[in-house]
């Protein structure tokens, strides 16, 4: 747990000297602190680009992976992840509707009032993600088996993304475009004032998750023992779906859909702490997340390379052979 925690400063000051333009150490930290330098392309580099990118790496890996742990601890499922009820989906889904609909129903009108910036799409996402989520948390009181709430979620996305579709043929390829490079997803995107707003909305809700913990391991006895144990299983079933949910559609609506993060991470906390309680895992997860997507994040941003790699290609290649590797030593322990 503490090199977990001693990673994430030392690959964020990795992340702020490397890139298209190396910055050295020295250089880097005195724009942190506050220090006058002459050279007002290396502080706007720092300050303007990598530092905001930084943080949302941060942040954005940190819930996907809590949210990730969250959802697969509730449905008993290892394949769960963060967009298994459809939350991703339906935060695409709003964003499709202000990007496609832009050229086709609306004549580039809402390109000439700028609303197609950052904002909107923002606010798109979070609509669209935020409604499924009030279905999904309306359905799990009165659905009684996880599964079926789990199929109903995997529905919701199947609608989502056949309304994407139509939308798409009816759509110009300029906007068809945009729409799929805002799903190649990015931790480039959250600038100015808005990195501050999803930076201080994490910090708040991945400790809040925490508390979830005891009812997370009395769920890992199964159902029918929790409730013998006192626990009110749709009570507890609605907050982790709610807080997963709430966690995937602020990261999904800021930095788009980034795959991989919230299934690897908690594999991997689970093979490098031998573990199932809660009380370990969570934070763990919390830090594991993070760092990955720092890691993920440097590698996108290869020195020497001019523009960035599309996020969600680098997770899915570093994660994925981390993880599987974790998995057969940790089987082949058993």
């Known amino acids: 747990m503490t090199l977990l925690a001693l990673s994430i400063p030392l690959l964020a000051l990795l992340n702020l000297m490397l890139g298209s333009v190396p910055i050295p150490m020295g250089e880097v930290v005195g724009i942190l ?61 709003g964003v499709a509707f202000v990007v496609l609909l832009n050229g086709t129903i609306g004549g580039g009108l809402m390109s000439r009032f700028g609303l197609m910036g950052n904002t909107a799409l923002t ?14 948390v309306w359905l799990s009181q009165r659905v009684h088996g996880r599964a079926t709430l789990l199929i109903v ?5 199947y609608i ?3 309304i994407i579709g139509v939308l798409k043929y ?7 475009r945009s729409y799929v490079i805002w799903g190649l997803g990015s931790f480039a995107r959250v600038t100015g004032g808005q990195v501050w707003v999803f930076v201080a909305l994490m910090a708040v ?20 023992y929790a409730a013998n144990l006192g626990l009110n299983i749709r009570r507890a079933r609605m907050l982790i779906i709610a807080s997963a949910g709430i966690l995937t559609a602020i990261t999904t609506a800021y930095c788009g859909p980034i795959m991989f993060l919230g299934l690897a991470v908690p594999h991997i906390c689970r093979g490098l702490f031998n573990t199932d309680d809660h009380r370990t895992l969570l934070p763990a997860t919390l830090l594991a997340g993070a760092s990955l997507a720092l890691v993920c994040n440097l590698i996108a941003r290869l020195p020497g390379m001019e523009g960035a790699l599309p996020i969600n290609s680098v997770t899915a290649l570093i994660g994925a052979p981390i993880a599987l590797t974790i998995l057969l030593r940790r089987n082949e322990r058993r």
Do not use: W
């Not at 006058?36 to 890996?61: E, H, K, M, S, W």
């Not at 798109?124 to 009030?134: E, I």
């Open 33 to 93: 602190v506050g220090n006058d330098f002459d050279n007002d392309v290396f502080t706007n580099i720092v300050l303007r680009t990598r530092l905001p990118q930084t943080l949302t790496a941060i942040a954005c890996g940190a819930g996907l992976a809590v949210a990730g742990l969250e959802m697969q601890t509730v449905f008993h499922n290892p394949l769960a992840g963060p967009s298994v009820l459809g939350i991703s989906s339906a935060a695409s889904l």
């Open 123 to 136: 606010v798109a996402a979070v609509s669209g993600a935020m409604a499924a989520m009030a279905l999904i």
């Open 153 to 157: 979620g995997v529905l919701i996305g």
């Open 160 to 162: 989502a993304s056949a």
């Open 170 to 176: 009816f759509s110009s390829e300029e906007d068809i």
């Open 205 to 224: 809700l991945c400790p809040l998750s925490m508390l979830l913990a005891k009812p997370l391991n009395t769920l890992l006895l199964g159902e029918r």
